[in-house]
């Protein structure tokens, strides 16, 4: 059933959108020929000298349970990609808030921008605020799990409970990866062509097994690529590689204060830099079947659920598994 809803999703997309429906759509920094599955608004936020605009979701159920989610994007995602989870979410009667991070999706690509997981969450917070939203399960995916955390342990009175999915960032790369420069990952960025987007996912998220239920992940991303704006995409690229290098979340698990789940797949290898390791660590990083245990022994109050044989991305390979197991827990939480 998810497979079709995938396809489907795209081929609406699609016929409501000329520029997805070409065959290789070109898209500038803030997306403007891109449909999201909901209305997309902006907040205005002064930060570091200047007005930025961050895009959101903000979806409504009809028979409102009274509990919001906050859902937070990965690094090579945006909001869009969370749709078969707001759909079942607002059935279930929560109200979902999706926010493109500044950087990210929609919103602003800064020219210069000192980024911060820190940062992030008060932008996240000062939504919430605009948004009346007093308090909100955090769910974040890959980066966004990074994101959730520092969230987490900045407001935990705004924080009714955390979920992390296949989050990255559950070991610290600086013991084995070696440091490079905010203008070395720049010049690898500009390096990179639409195909290496589907090989880096298809290697590194689904274990080198690609279906075409896959392909909405690819569409920014190569759409960035092929589009005017992909210099001042790529320098962002690079400034948030740089933040999650060196700002890790993990030496701070066991300071979380709410309830916790892990959804983890255990076949997700995803590590930043891998390839600058020694040879020899190369193999223990990105350890998923290793690290989702570790890290829901760290967390005072968690919950760890592994899907095994599961990728990166187990809202698109292991939908019906991810949705059960995230909808149990915050009825849980109620």
């Not at 979410?89 to 210069?112: A, C, M, N, W």
């Not at 880096?200 to 920014?220: C, S």
Request: hydrophobic share 40%.
């Amino acid at each position: 059933m998810r497979v079709f809803t995938s396809l489907l999703a795209l081929c609406a997309l699609a016929l409501g959108n000329p520029a997805m429906a070409a065959e290789k759509p070109a898209f500038d920094a803030r997306l403007s020929g891109y449909d999201y599955p909901h209305p997309v608004h902006t907040l205005k936020l002064d930060s570091q000298r200047q007005t930025l605009e961050m895009a959101y979701m903000d979806v409504r159920p009809e028979q409102p349970n009274g509990d919001t989610v906050l859902l937070l994007h990965g690094k090579n995602f945006s909001g869009a990609y969370w749709q078969t989870t707001i759909e079942r979410l607002t059935e279930e009667g929560y109200r979902v808030v999706v926010p493109d991070q500044i950087g990210f999706g929609k919103s602003s690509k800064p020219e210069h921008f000192q980024y911060s997981f820190q940062t992030l969450a008060d932008h996240t917070r000062t939504l919430l605020d605009t948004l009346e939203v007093d308090s909100a399960t955090v769910v974040g995916h890959s980066m966004g799990g990074m994101l959730a955390t520092r969230f987490t342990l900045m407001f935990p009175e705004r924080s009714d409970a955390l979920v992390l999915v296949n989050p990255i960032g559950l070991e610290d790369w600086r013991q084995d990866v070696p440091w490079q420069s905010v203008d070395a990952w720049y010049q690898g960025e500009l390096k990179k062509k639409p195909e290496d987007i589907k090989a880096y996912m298809t290697k590194a998220y689904f274990d080198g097994q690609w279906k075409e239920e896959y392909a909405p992940l690819l569409t920014i991303q190569q759409g960035w690529l092929r589009g005017p704006d992909y210099p001042r995409i790529a320098w962002n690229s690079a400034l948030h590689y740089d933040m999650i290098f060196n700002q890790p979340v993990v030496h701070e698990f066991p300071d979380v204060e709410v309830p916790a789940l892990l959804i983890i797949g255990t076949r997700d290898r995803t590590a930043l830099g891998r390839n600058r390791a020694p040879e020899e660590k190369q193999k223990e990083l990105g350890r998923y079947d290793r690290l989702g245990a570790e890290a829901a022994e760290a967390i005072p109050d968690a919950k760890l659920v592994e899907l095994e044989g599961i990728g990166h991305v187990p809202q698109y390979e292991a939908y019906d598994d991810y949705i059960e197991v995230l909808t149990e827990f915050l009825a849980a939480q109620r």
